[in-house]
C-alpha cells in the first residue's frame, strides 16, 4: 500500500497535477491517500497512466488547441490564474460536471466552448444594464 502511495503521489509530480490530487480523492470521498483501498490506489493509478498515454495520442494537439479555446472564453467569466477556481468552476453540474483535463473528446469541447460562450454573453448583457443604469443616476 505504501508503495502504491509513492507511485500514485510520484505520477502526479510528474504529470504536473498535484493541485489536482484533491478532486481526484474527492471522488471516493477521502481527503488523503491513507484512506483509500489498494483497489482505489489501482483505480487512480490506472487512470492517471490513462492520461499520460493520451498525451501521445495523435489528436492531442486538436484537444489542446480546444482546451485553450475554452480557457480563453472561460477567463472573461472567472479568474482562470488559480486553477482551483477552474475546476469549481467546471465541477458544478450545470456548466460541465467534470474537470477540464477529463474532457477528452473534440466533441465535448466544442460542447463545453458552445456553452462558456452563451454564459459570457449574458455575463455582458448583464454588465451593459448595469453600465447603462449606472449613467442614468
Known amino acids: 500500500m505504501k508503495t ?3 507511485i500514485f503521489n510520484a505520477i502526479l509530480a510528474n504529470m504536473h497535477m498535484l493541485d ?3 478532486y481526484l480523492l474527492e471522488r471516493y470521498n477521502a481527503i488523503s491517500t491513507m484512506q483509500l483501498s489498494e483497489k482505489q490506489l489501482d483505480e487512480l493509478i490506472d487512470y492517471l497512466r490513462g492520461l499520460d498515454v493520451e ?8 484537444i ?6 475554452c480557457l480563453r472564453v472561460m477567463s472573461n467569466i472567472i479568474d482562470t490564474k488559480d486553477w482551483n477556481n477552474v475546476n469549481k468552476f467546471m465541477m458544478d453540474k450545470r456548466i ?5 483535463y477529463e474532457l477528452k473528446t473534440v466533441e465535448e469541447l466544442q460542447n463545453l466552448h458552445k456553452k462558456l460562450n452563451k454564459i459570457k454573453d449574458i455575463y455582458k448583457a448583464k454588465d451593459a444594464i448595469i453600465r447603462r443604469k449606472a449613467a442614468l443616476n
Open 55 to 62: 498525451k501521445t495520442n495523435n489528436q492531442t494537439d486538436i
Open 96 to 100: 460541465c460536471g467534470k474537470h477540464l
Open 4 to 6: 502504491k502511495r509513492r
Open 20 to 22: 489536482a490530487k484533491e
Open 64 to 69: 489542446k488547441t480546444w482546451r485553450s479555446k
